[in-house]
C-alpha cells in the first residue's frame, strides 16, 4: 500500500466523488443552524434539514470533508489511541439519488482501488435483516460470506432521535493484524481490541419511525456515510494511532522539542505521562484554533465555555511539561502549514487566534499556580486525615468561581491523586449559574483584552429574578459602572448621567431569547434626599444583571424630588434601592411575545411541520418572527394564519407555566427554540390544546389579554426563510384607525366608496402610467433632434467619443437618447451626464465596433462614478452610475476620456 499524506487522502475523498457526480461543499462552520446542538459532530449535521424534509436539496447528491468537534468523551483524549475533540470527516451524501448498491461498490472502490486497502484484510458488517446491504457486498462487491457479518440493532442501526428519519448502516473493517489483537479466541469484526478497526459507516436512511415505534418508508432513500480522516490516514500509513500521522506529528514534535522530551519514551512511569501531555495539547490546539477561527470567543457558557475549558485543560500539560508562560499561539505556524489548504480561515484569522489565546491563556496563568497549589494541599490534608478521600465542593467550586477551573479539570486532576470530587456539593454551589444566558450586548471592553464583567461573575452572586410576579420591589446595589470601569460610588453626578448597575434582586426582565430588556425606574431614598433613575434598558451577563440607567432631569443625584436643591447625596454600594418596571409597556411586550408563541404554531399548521423558528424580536411595538419555509404567504394563508390566532385569543385560554427537566417537556411536545441553550430544568409555556414551548420569557395570564393580531408583513430573509411582523393589543387598533382614516380620504378624492375603490385607483393609475410614456416619448424626440448640437464629439485611437449634458434627464431617457446616437456614428461611445435633485447621473453606452476595440462601458462608469462620491458599473456595451458630488462632474468627464484612452492602448 502507497503512504499518503493526510492532505492527499482529504483530495482523493472529494475528487473521487466529484467524480461520481456529487457536489462538493467546503466545510460548514463548527457552530451549526441547530438549536439542539453547541458543535457541528457529524457531516450530516449540516444537511439535517434535508434528512427532516424541511427543504429540499441543492443537489441530489454531495461530499465534504467536514470541521467536527466533539467533548463527550474529553477525559479520554490522549489516553487512547483515537480520541479527538477536533476531527474531519469524510462523508458522502444523497437524497433520493443513489442507494445502497452504489454506495457499498462506490465505497469499496475508493478504499481499494483509489487509496489502495489490501481487500483481503477488510470485512463488512450489516444490519441482520439488510439482504439488500448483504447481497450488495457479496454480489457486486465480491466479499465472502465469513467476511460479511450480521449485528443486531444497536450496532447496526442509525436513528435521528426517538422519531423521525432512521435506517440501517454498514460498517467497514480492517484487519491491522494479529499484533494488535487480544487474546480472546473470539476475537473478530466488533471485538474491543484494536486488530479490526472500523474505518466507514454507511446509513441507509430509508425509514420514519412513528411515535409507536414502527417503521414507515420515506418518501425518498438516503445516503449518509461518514469516515475518520485521521483514523483512515493513520491506516494509510501505517502507524499505531491517529496522532502519529503527519496530522499531528508535526504539532506533537513541536511539543517535545520545546519540553525536552522524546515521543514513545520506553519508561512507563515518565514517557506515557508524557506522550499523553504531548496528545492533549496537539489536539486541543487544533479544536482551539478552528473554534476561534469560526467566531467561537471564551466565555463561561455555551460554546465559548467549551473553548476556554480545553484552552486551559491544554495550558495545564503544558505546565506539567514544564512550560512557562503562554505557548499555544506557538503551534498556529505549523497548525497552517499543516491545515491552511484547505482551511484558509486559519490564515485569515490567524492574528486574532493568536490574540485571543494569549491573552486566554495569561490570565489563566495568574491563577493556575495558587490554585493547584489550593488542590494539592486539600488532597494532602484528605490523605493524611485517612477519611474517604472526597473533595468537598466547595473546594471545587472555589476552584472554579476563583482560579477558573473547569470542573472537568479538577474532576481529572481528582482522578490523578485517586481521590473523588463532591459533585452533588458543587452543583449547589452552581445552582444560580447553572442557565448562563448567551448575551450579545456590547461590553465595556474587547474580548481580546478580558471584561468587567467576567470578573462580576465571578464575584458576585447570581441576580435573583422576581418579575414573574412582580413588577417592584426592593433591592441592593451590588456593583456601579461607569465609562471608566467599576466604582465604588457616584456623587454629585449631573441629570443625563449615564451609568449601569448591578442589583441583588430585580423585578426588571433582562433581554434574551428575541425579548427585549424592561424599562422603568429605579429610587433611592435617604435623609440626604431622592435619587431618581431612569432604566433605559437592562442586559444578562452570565448569571447577572445589568441594569442600565440615567440620572432623570426630575431629580438627580444630589437634588430633592420636591424642592430640586442640592443635597450632596450619592449613590454608593450596599445602598437599599426602588425599583420599579414600566407596568403598561411590560404589557405590551406580554402581549406580543404570547402572540408569538400563537403565531409559531398556526404557521406549522397552515404551512406545514417543516416551519421551524430561526429567530425572533419581541417589543412593546412590534414581534418579528423568522422561520423556515421556502415560498412567500399567499394572501389566503397569511388570513387563516390570522384567524387562527385570533380565534385563540377569543378562547381566552389561560396559559400554564411549569419547570420541569429537558426529557419531560419533550416527551411532551414542547418546541426548543432558535438560538437558546438549556439546562436541566426547564421552563414551558402552553396554551393549553394549541401550543407548547420552552421559554423563560414574559407572557400574558390569559389569551383574550392579547386583545387583537395582526399581520403587518412578509418577507424573505434568505433562502429558504422567511420573516413576518405582526401587531397586538392597541398598536393593532392604532394601526386599524390609520387604515380606516386613510381609506376614508382617498375614497373622498376619488369621489369613491369602499365597493370601487381599488378599480378607480387602477384607472388612475394606468392614466398615468399612459401619460408619462408620452411625455417620455416627447421629450426623447426633442432630445434626438438637438442631439448633433448636444454631443460633444473627439476621436480617440479610431473611436468616436460623444459627450453630452442633459438636465433632468431620467436614466432611462439617457439610454433611449444613446441608442440613437450609437446609430449615427462607429465605432462611437456615447457618454451622457444628468443633474436632477441633487443627484448626478451616468450613462455610457458602446455599440459592438467599440467593444471589440477593447471598450468596457462597465469599467468606466464604476471608477467616474466613485469620483463623484457614487458608485455604479454593467456590461462592457452599456452602464450606468451617479453620485451625489456634483461638482466633479466635469472632472468625472474628462476622466472618461483617459479611462478610454487606456482601454484602447491596452488592446
Known sequence: MRHRSGKEIRELFINFWKEKGSHHYPSFSLIPDDPSLLFTIAGMVPFKAYYLGMRPPEHPHAVTCQKCVRTNDIENVGRTARHHTFFEMLGNFAWGSYFKKEAIAWAWEFLT???????????????????????????????????????????????????GPCGPCSEIYYDRGEKYGCSSPDCGVGCDCDRFME????????????????????????????????????????????????????????????????YGASAVDAGNKNDMAARVVADHARSVAFMLADGVLPANDGPGYVLRRLLRRAARYGRLLGFEGGFLKEYMPILIDVMGEPYRELVEHRLTIEEIIDVEENRFEKTLMQGTELFDAEAARLKLSGKAALLPGDVAFALYDTYGFPLELTLEMAEEQGISVDREGFEKAMEAQRE??????????????????????????????????????????????????????LEKSEAGTEFEMVLDVTPFYAERGGEVGDTGRIYIEDAAGVANMEVTDVVPHGPLTVHKVKLSDAGGVGASLNMGASLGMEVSLGMEVRCEVDDERRSAIRR????????????????????????????????????????????????????????????????????????????????????????????????????????????????????????????????????????????????????????????????????????????????????????????????TQSADNAFEEKEIQGVVLQTGKFPGAAPETLREVGDKAKARRTPTVVVMASVADQDCRLVVTADAAAVKKGVDAGAIVKETAALLGGRGGGRPNMAQGGGKDLDRLDEALSKIEILLTEQLKIR
Not at 490516514?233 to 496522532?243: A, E, L
Not at 423556515?628 to 378562547?651: K, M, P, W
Open 592 to 783: 406580543n411575545h404570547t402572540a408569538t408563541h400563537l403565531l409559531h404554531e398556526a404557521l406549522g399548521r397552515v404551512l406545514g411541520g417543516h416551519v421551524r423558528q430561526a429567530g425572533s424580536l419581541v417589543t412593546d411595538r412590534t414581534l418579528r418572527f423568522d422561520f423556515t419555509h421556502h415560498s412567500a404567504l399567499s394572501g389566503e394563508q397569511i388570513g387563516e394564519v390570522e384567524r387562527i390566532v385570533n380565534e385563540r385569543i377569543l378562547a381566552n385560554t389561560p396559559l400554564e407555566v411549569t419547570e420541569c427537566g429537558r426529557e419531560e417537556a419533550r416527551e411532551r411536545g414542547a418546541k426548543a427554540l432558535f438560538g437558546e441553550k438549556y439546562g436541566d430544568v426547564v421552563r414551558v409555556v402552553a396554551v393549553p390544546g394549541f401550543s407548547t414551548e420552552l421559554c423563560g420569557g414574559l407572557h400574558v395570564r390569559a389569551t383574550g389579554d392579547i386583545g387583537l393580531f395582526k399581520i403587518v408583513r412578509e418577507e424573505s430573509i434568505g433562502s429558504g426563510t422567511r420573516r413576518v411582523s405582526a401587531l397586538t393589543g392597541m398598536n393593532t387598533l392604532e394601526l386599524l384607525q390609520r387604515t380606516s382614516l386613510l381609506t376614508t380620504r382617498l375614497m373622498g378624492a376619488l369621489s369613491a366608496d369602499e365597493s370601487n375603490l381599488l378599480a378607480k385607483t387602477e384607472a388612475l393609475l394606468d392614466e398615468t402610467r399612459q401619460l408619462q410614456r408620452q411625455l417620455q416619448e416627447i421629450r426623447v424626440k426633442d432630445l
Open 436 to 489: 448562563r444566558a448567551r448575551s450579545k450586548s456590547k461590553q465595556k471592553k474587547s474580548s481580546l483584552s478580558g471584561d468587567v464583567y467576567t470578573t462580576l461573575e465571578n464575584e458576585l452572586p447570581a441576580t435573583v429574578f422576581t418579575g414573574y410576579a412582580e413588577r417592584e420591589g426592593k433591592a441592593r446595589i451590588l456593583a456601579l459602572l461607569t465609562n471608566e470601569g467599576r466604582v465604588e460610588k
Open 199 to 262: 474505518i466507514w459507516n454507511l446509513v441507509f436512511t430509508q425509514y420514519d419511525r412513528q411515535k409507536n415505534g414502527s417503521l414507515v418508508p420515506l418518501p425518498r432513500s438516503n445516503i449518509d456515510t461518514g469516515m475518520g480522516l485521521e483514523r483512515l490516514t493513520s491506516i494509510v500509513q501505517g502507524v499505531d494511532t491517529d496522532y502519529e500521522t503527519d496530522l499531528f506529528m508535526p504539532l506533537i514534535e513541536h511539543t517535545c522539542k520545546k519540553a525536552g522530551i522524546r
Open 113 to 163: 482501488q483509489v487509496v489502495g486497502l489490501e481487500p483481503e484484510r477488510m470485512y463488512a458488517s450489516v444490519y441482520k435483516d439488510d439482504e439488500e446491504a448483504f447481497d450488495a457486498w457479496r454480489d457486486i462487491v465480491g466479499l465472502p460470506d465469513a467476511r460479511i457479518r450480521r449485528f443486531d440493532q444497536d450496532e447496526n442501526y442509525w436513528f435521528m432521535g426517538e422519531q
